[in-house]
């Protein structure tokens, strides 16, 4: 792998290997047999705000042997507009790899092309990658490796946004049941559909179909960032899809809740729901820096 650019563009083949290498490193947590990012920096410029990502890249980088390096884009010349492909022909003459948070999916395109260095997607308005990675990890910790072509999933709510975008292509590359529901304008475009060309994306504007007999029902917040101006309109519209209780009850046995975080309780979910599933959730919190090892350990290795 030369970057993590998207799920789109990974194989099945490479999904399952970063899934196997995320569930191997996380087991020798503290006891790696190699520190592949030794003697490495890699940087992280982030646009938005995070938590989870900016420290598990944090950590990770430094439990593999490397140097993170914090860029917020406030505080360097990128943010003062200075070109992409400048900033990426510099650090890419000092650094060893790059992760990312921005808007437009084409700057850490060009970013990765003008460097030269690995890049790693950490967020842009087309998807989120390492989040899926590591909710992937979660759903094989929590119901065994193997069983992707028999589990139905859903998301609820903005589900044409990054983190949805992203499951669709896991269901594309790893066969299993994706039902999206949300209101009419929020579904997948017809092109997105057609690209994906994709028999198990099931799309709904009926929130109880998408959850029947589901496994692992998701959800985000309906006002991803960069989208605060159209709180005001957006948010009536999605209420039918908040995950609760009353939703709950006919998903199937067993079931689990699972959202990215951060959450907006009263939301996109209930406080009430948010508390029953809080183990599965912040362990999927806590799999961001396993699934991301892999990432990491993956790029070193394959671009050393
Ligand atoms: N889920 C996630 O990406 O969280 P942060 O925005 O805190 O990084
Ligand atoms: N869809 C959300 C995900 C946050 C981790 C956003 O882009 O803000």
Partial sequence: MKNLLSIKELTGEQIRMLL??????KSERGNHRELPLTGQTWALIFSKSSTRTRVSFEVGISELGGRPMFLSTRDIQLGRGEPIKDTARVLGRMIHGAVIRTYGQEEVEEFAAYSK???????????????????????????GVGSWKEMKISFLGDVDNNMGRSWMWAAKHLGFTLALAGPE????????LAELDCPNIICTTDPAEAVRDCTVINTDTWISMGQEAEKGTKEAAFFPYQVNAELLKTAAPGHSVFHCLPAYRGYEITEEVLEAHAPVIFTEAENRLHAQKAVLYTLAKDNA
């Fill in 185 to 192: 304008k929020a579904l997948p475009k017809a092109e997105t």
């Fill in 20 to 25: 196997d290498l995320g569930h191997r490193l």
């Fill in 117 to 143: 260095i690995p890049t790693i997607n950490a967020l842009t308005d087309l998807e989120h990658p390492c989040q899926i990675l590591a909710d992937l990890l979660t759903i094989e910790e929590k119901y």
